[in-house]
């Protein structure tokens, strides 16, 4: 909630059609969902067009979404976030797609 009334403020929107909040910010025809609340079982695809004004060439995610369909996934390069994992124990991160909410950063 903390990003919701400080800095990302002016991002956020409700969907009523979807019964969702969604936080994003649109850059030209490059679309920065942060995330979604709410909305149930609705599939993103059907959200982020629902979110989308005009044309969209690239949605960005800011979560690991449940179905990623035919989203390409790519690698995040940020030094300021580290994860360390224990040696010798699974590393989930090896065999799924997975990031940590952006929203969750501290």
């Not at 403020?9 to 059609?17: I, S």
């Not at 059907?46 to 004004?53: F, K, Q, W």
Request: hydrophobic residues 40%.
């Amino acid at each position: 909630m903390f990003y919701c009334t400080g800095p990302f403020q002016d991002c956020v929107y409700l969907m009523e059609e979807l019964d969702a909040v969604i936080l994003m910010q649109r850059e030209g025809p490059v679309l920065h969902v942060f995330d979604i609340y709410g909305g149930g079982d609705v599939p993103l695809q059907e959200a982020l067009s629902a979110a989308a004004s005009g044309p969209v060439r690239q949605a960005c995610l800011g979560f690991t979404p449940k179905e990623p369909g035919n989203a390409a996934v790519s690698k995040r390069e940020d030094d300021d976030d580290a994860l360390f994992l224990l040696a010798g124990k699974e590393n989930l991160f090896e065999r799924y797609p997975l990031m940590f909410p952006i929203l969750s950063h501290a």
